[in-house]
């Protein structure tokens, strides 16, 4: 695992702590990664159970390098980050609020710039905007330092929630999908798709909550899409996760 030049890309999935087909799902979570073969991964809502199945996988452990491989960095749950490339440092930012959340980041020596990645789980609930703001205004500015940085996970705020959406723009990171494809809702929390998430939540939902957030004319997003948005079983409408992950490539 060493520094590459380049195009790069990036996946992240949140693929739910739920206890139902734990297993069966963190395989076509797996699937999804070997079948991308992502340069970076950012995985939220990792529970033991999940990154057992991970660590065992000869895919993760011949071609990734992870942020956490025995669940010390979380409790219930968490967020890791896999990476084809070593990191040349790597910390844990933990970010407030009342939900214990965190960032785990990384900085990456390439062969013409320096690139931080973190991977990030947002505070969740409407009352918590303000604190989410705050949190994303952190992520961006522990990344601040080098020549491009890459931010990807669960944001949990949904295009025009005002005070994120003053965050983000004030961070100097751009949104992917939004720059790739703005007249597509692209929707990652969508119970009227993903049959098993309506099962599970009071009421519809629609809402675009995970994202890729590029910063630095060195990382340029080029194609994006949802990954994990069909079923792994029609039968018994077993999806991967109740959201939908993003993949995005990234043109040097």
């Known amino acids: 695992m060493a520094a590459q030049a380049g195009p790069m890309s990036a996946l992240t999935f949140n693929v739910w702590f739920g206890e139902i087909a734990v297993e069966r799902r963190a395989r076509a979570a797996l699937a999804m990664i070997e079948a991308r073969a992502p340069t970076f991964v950012a995985l939220q809502e990792v529970t033991p159970r999940f990154l057992a199945v991970l660590t065992e996988s000869a895919l993760v452990r011949e071609r990734y390098w992870l942020s956490d491989a025995d669940g010390s960095t979380f409790d219930d749950y ?43 789980h947002l505070e969740s609930g409407r009352h918590n905007r303000e604190t989410r703001a705050e949190q994303l205004s952190e992520c961006a500015a522990r990344l601040a330092a080098t020549d491009a940085a890459l931010l ?19 961070s100097g990171m751009r949104d992917a999908w939004r720059e790739l494809r703005p007249r ?55 999806f991967a996760s109740d959201h939908f992950g993003v993949a995005c490539e990234l043109a040097g």
């Not at 490339?85 to 939900?99: F, I």
């Not at 005002?162 to 004030?170: F, G, I, V």
């Not at 009227?192 to 910063?215: C, F, H, Q, S």
């Open 78 to 120: 968490g967020t890791i980050l896999l990476s084809t490339l070593a990191p040349s440092r790597l910390w844990l930012a933990e970010l407030g609020g009342s939900m214990g959340r965190s960032m785990p980041w990384a900085e990456f020596s390439l062969p013409a710039s320096t690139l931080s990645v973190g991977g990030v």
């Open 152 to 170: 990807m996970g669960d944001c949990n705020f949904s295009d025009g929630d005002a005070l994120e959406e003053r965050a983000l723009a004030a």
């Open 184 to 238: 597509d809702a692209g929707y990652t929390r969508d119970t009227a798709r993903n049959t098993m998430a309506a099962g599970l939540r009071d009421g519809a939902v629609r809402r675009r909550i995970d994202r890729v957030l590029v910063r630095g004319a060195a990382l340029r997003p080029a194609r994006i899409e949802l990954v994990g948005d069909e079923p792994i079983d029609r039968a018994s409408a077993l």
